[in-house]
């Protein structure tokens, strides 16, 4: 059975951290390319973050660039987005998807709230 799991969103202050978890189960994760999406309500999905199988290569939205990075544990299946000098349109619904020949495994995503 797949899952795809995030955690760790939250309320968080402007200018503070978060870091957020995806674990995942049930599929190969080391193949898969993970990403990082957040939504707003009334927003189109936006994408976020890509990580690649091996966690060498990761690509950010202009938004967020030198604000987030992110990471994977093949062993753990799981992959992380460290969020930091959040500002209040960070707010959203974060997502993390897996993909992989024509494979897309999403979660149900967790919600930043960037509010002081």
């Known amino acids: 059975q797949v899952q795809v799991v995030e955690s760790g969103g939250g309320l968080v202050q402007p200018g503070g951290s978060l870091r957020l978890s995806c674990a995942a189960s049930g599929f190969t994760f080391g193949l898969y390319t993970m990403r990082w999406y957040r939504q707003t309500p009334g927003k189109e999905r936006e994408l976020v973050a890509v990580?690649?199988?091996?966690?060498?290569?990761?690509n950010f939205a202009d938004s967020v660039k030198g604000r987030f990075t992110a990471s994977r544990d093949n062993l753990r299946n799981t992959v992380y987005l460290r969020m930091n000098s959040l500002k209040p349109e960070d707010t959203a619904v974060y997502y993390c998807?897996?993909?992989?020949?024509?494979?897309?495994?999403w979660g149900q995503g967790t919600q930043v709230t960037v509010s002081s």
């Open positions: 998807s897996a993909e992989f020949a024509g494979n897309n495994y």
């Open positions: 990580i690649t199988t091996s966690g060498a290569s990761t």
